[in-house]
């Protein structure tokens, strides 16, 4: 049995649909139904009794939620625990930021912060979405800034910035270059870079294709840089989204709205942290970059 299975169960149990479940845990409907049903083979039990399309939970799936739903919370709470015996966080803040975001605030926010409270030591990862919730859920970093793909939690404090326009910055080389906006259909037939550890690649261009209507053929970056790098050598376009004062692209790149349904195509952007683990740096942090950003 995996530990996998078993969060993919409780989340299917918890939000009472295959599919928002599937949203939550990153991972496509199809793809958690396989797990389920891996899970209840390797059982030899049903755990859901399925019927058309609704479903219900079995006597045994209600035992299995209950004492799931228990050890996944208390395997949570050791990790976090875990990781704050084996740092001093008493005098420390630990940021956490989308690699993919290339907006000057974040900068300024932290020179900002180091002014007024120079007592305090600040470390700064970066990663993709699902591995800052991961660094955040076990207490690896203290907030993180990321995009919102998950309904919020009352566990977390989600501090929203602003919502966002998503804009592609594409060669001049490329035909679309010279259009004032373009649809995100017109797209597929251009290569997507997504910024992204190897680890992640699969879940990054899942959210893309499954939630945001992304196509096409997709690379990757391991890094901003080298994912400007491969759209100045007209490889594809790589999607941006505004979040404060973007770098001019430069002479050899354009970067236009994406657009849907005659719409730009927009994302929320969050600065996240536990709330059980709050306190007066964290929410100073978070109001200075927010004042920075509107």
């Not at 395997?75 to 956490?96: F, P, W």
């Not at 259009?179 to 992204?196: A, G, H, N, Q």
């Amino acid at each position: 049995m995996l530990f996998r299975q078993m969060k993919y169960f409780a989340a299917v149990a918890d939000c009472k649909s295959f599919t928002e479940a599937a949203e939550q845990c990153y991972i496509s409907q199809s793809a958690i139904s396989q797990q389920i049903r891996a899970l209840e083979k390797e059982l030899g039990v049903e755990l859901i009794h399925r019927e058309n399309r609704k479903f219900t939970l079995t006597p045994a799936g209600e035992y299995f939620y209950s004492q799931c739903r228990g050890i996944l919370d208390e395997a949570e709470a050791v990790c976090r625990e875990t990781v704050r015996i084996g740092q001093d966080n008493e005098s420390g803040l630990r940021i956490g930021y989308l690699l993919s975001y290339s907006g000057q605030e974040l900068r300024q926010a932290v020179g900002t912060f180091s002014q007024r409270y120079p007592e305090v030591s600040i470390s700064i990862v970066s990663g993709t979405h699902e591995e800052l919730y991961d660094l955040l859920r076990f207490g690896g970093v203290d907030l993180i800034l990321s995009d919102q793909r998950r309904a919020f939690s009352s566990s977390y404090a989600n501090f929203q910035l602003l919502p966002c326009g998503c804009s592609a910055e594409l060669s001049v080389r490329n035909p679309l270059s010279g259009e004032e906006s373009v649809e995100l259909d017109s797209l597929k037939r251009t290569p997507c870079i997504f910024i992204s550890s190897k680890e992640q690649q699969r879940k990054e261009q899942e959210y893309y294709q499954n939630t945001l209507g992304f196509g096409g053929k997709f690379l990757f970056a391991e890094s901003l840089e080298e994912g400007r790098l491969m759209v100045a050598g007209n490889r594809g376009f790589l999607p941006v989204e505004s979040v404060g004062t973007l770098p001019y692209p430069g002479e050899t790149v354009r970067r236009i709205p994406i657009v849907q349904n005659g719409q730009q195509l927009m994302k929320n952007y969050c600065v996240f942290w536990v709330k059980k683990q709050t306190n007066y740096y964290i929410e100073e942090f978070a109001e200075i970059l927010r004042g920075l950003l509107i």
